[in-house]
Nanobody, 126 residues
Framework: QVQLVESGGGSVQAGGSLRLSCATY????????MAWFRQAPEKEREGVAS???????TYTDSVKGRFTISQDNAKNTLYLDMNSLKHEDSAMYYC????????????????????WGQGTQVTVSS
């Protein structure tokens, strides 16, 4: 069983920055992927960034060059550094975990992950 607890969300003006954190509890395994998803009201859930036990990262096109996913294994924490935030980045952000490394096309697919946190809200005012 894996538990995920997100923090770091808040309100920020466009152009600003935020760092999201995801504390992980339980055995996350030696082979895994973790990711950040987001969902805005009346929109589909969207994969933002993933990182796997191999160290390989993926990003959705709209955040490339602005967001960075990373992990601190000593602290059992996943991070998402978000810079140059835009109004369209406003959403509930979720941390997720899966006990495998999915094929690349699936690494930002919700169905690839078994464990989800409760989410943290990010609001960007224009």
């Amino acid at each position: 069983q894996v538990q995920l607890v997100e923090s770091g969300g808040g309100s920020v003006q466009a152009g600003g920055s935020l760092r999201l954190s995801c504390a992980t509890y339980g055995d996350t395994g030696s082979v895994y992927c973790m990711a950040w998803f987001r969902q805005a009201p009346e929109k589909e859930r969207e994969g933002v960034a993933s990182i796997c036990s191999s160290g390989f990262t993926t990003y959705t096109d709209s955040v490339k060059g602005r967001f960075t996913i990373s992990q601190d294994n000593a602290k059992n924490t996943l991070y998402l550094d978000m810079n140059s935030l835009k109004h369209e980045d406003s959403a509930m952000y979720y941390c997720v975990h899966g006990f495998w490394e999915p094929p690349l096309p699936r690494r930002l697919s919700p169905s690839a992950y078994s464990y989800w946190g409760q989410g943290t809200q990010v609001t960007v005012s224009s």
